[in-house]
């Protein structure tokens, strides 16, 4: 059963287009989720991470919206740029949990 | 601090044949995960310790073993390989098992392939 659910599975975008990752879950203990971003043949690596007291976090051109009340978090990326051809994972864990929980991932292209 | 590390880069194993794939990490961190990851099958967690002497199953832990002697050290032992065990395979670890401000590092992946 995929505690976070991911969509979509890959998404093609032109240069300055603002490609837009969601992610589901049901289990209301999570309170921390990350999304982590892999370039090909690397392992995933953090990029931004949210709370659930917040609405979004913003880190340079990425942005994190999360709406609570619907159980949903998505990954905005501002001004995409070639460079930010990758895979994308979404995850959340619990406070007292002894993992994460990675979405699906979504392969990312952004022609130039 | 070279962070997680991965050995090998590549393996190609023969149907029946076993080895183990090593992940090192100098972070200090008491926790160690083994994940396999598949086209567009996202991240399956395999095991995962918790402490040096203590590991558990993940998701999708049949055909493997791990051991955990020391914090440094969280071997993946393929018994028997089969070419559904055919992936990329990354090990990882984190200061903490959940909770905020967390961070799982993850090593550069090991190629898996069988025939």
């Known amino acids: 059963q995929q505690q976070v659910k991911q969509s979509p599975q890959s998404l093609i975008v032109q240069k300055g287009g603002i490609p837009i990752i969601n992610c589901a879950y049901e289990?209301?203990?999570?309170?921390?989720f990350p999304w982590y971003q892999q370039f090909p043949g690397k392992g995933p690596a953090l990029l931004i991470a949210?709370?659930?007291?917040?609405s979004e976090k913003k880190e340079g051109r990425f942005t994190i919206s999360f709406n609570k009340s619907a159980k949903q978090f998505s990954l905005h990326i501002m001004d995409s740029q070639p460079g930010d051809s990758a895979t994308y994972f979404c995850?959340?864990?619990?406070?007292?949990?002894?993992?994460?929980?990675f979405g699906t991932g979504t392969s990312l292209t952004v022609i130039p | 601090n070279a962070g997680v590390t991965q050995t090998p880069k590549f393996r190609i194993l023969k149907i029946g044949q076993s080895m183990t794939l090593q992940c090192t990490q100098d972070?200090?961190?008491?926790?160690m995960y083994w994940y396999r990851q598949d086209p567009g099958m996202g991240l399956k967690l395999i095991y995962y310790?918790?402490?040096?002497?203590?590991?558990d199953k993940g998701e999708v832990p049949n055909g493997y073993n791990v051991s955990r002697s020391t914090t440094e050290d969280f071997p993946l032992r393929l018994e028997l390989a089969a070419p559904s065990q055919t992936s990329v395979y990354f090990c990882?670890?984190?200061?903490?098992?959940?909770?905020?401000?967390?961070?799982?590092?993850f090593g550069p992946g090991t190629r898996l392939t069988v025939l």
């Open positions: 990882a670890s984190s200061p903490r098992g959940g909770g905020s401000y967390n961070e799982q590092f």
């Open positions: 289990n209301t203990a999570f309170d921390y």
């Open positions: 949210i709370r659930p007291d917040v």
């Open positions: 995850a959340a864990s619990r406070p007292t949990g002894n993992q994460f929980y």
């Open positions: 972070m200090n961190h008491n926790y």
């Open positions: 310790s918790v402490g040096a002497g203590i590991t």
